[in-house]
């Protein structure tokens, strides 16, 4: 069993990305997470204060796609609108991967800047 959560993360009331976060629900216990719990409260914050979970890294995947009707509809935009979906598996302090990610990002409201490493770091 997973647990899902979605949801619309907004600026000044406009719908900017949605957001899907899937745990497996036998590292959370006896918490399920509510939507007072992730009030303006990180997930990553929810984690470690409720289950004792830090997350201590995550790989990330950048790819462009198109809106499709649901999407569409959550985000108030029109289907096909592109998008900037960034996939994610976050891993905790024993180095397990206990959360995937998919955020799909209106690509007019955002702007990524990636620091990268050579091999002489």
């Known amino acids: 069993m ?17 957001t899907r976060d899937i745990m497996p629900q036998n590292i959370l216990g006896n918490w399920m997470p509510t939507s007072d ?3 303006g409260v990180s ?3 929810c984690l470690e204060r409720y289950v004792n979970i830090r997350i201590v890294d995550g790989t990330a995947s950048f790819s462009p796609m198109q809106a499709n009707r649901e999407i569409a509809e959550k985000l ?5 609108t592109l998008l900037l979906l960034i996939e994610q598996v976050d891993h905790d302090q024993d ?6 990610s998919a955020e799909y990002h209106l690509t007019d409201k955002f702007n990524f800047i990636i620091h990268r490493k050579g091999p002489a770091f």
């Open 43 to 45: 997930l990553y914050e």
């Open 95 to 100: 180095q397990r991967p206990v959360l995937y």
């Open 2 to 18: 997973v647990v899902v959560i979605e949801r619309v993360r907004t600026a000044n009331d406009i719908p900017i990305v949605l």
């Open 76 to 80: 108030s935009i029109p289907r096909n």
């Open 37 to 39: 719990d992730l009030n």
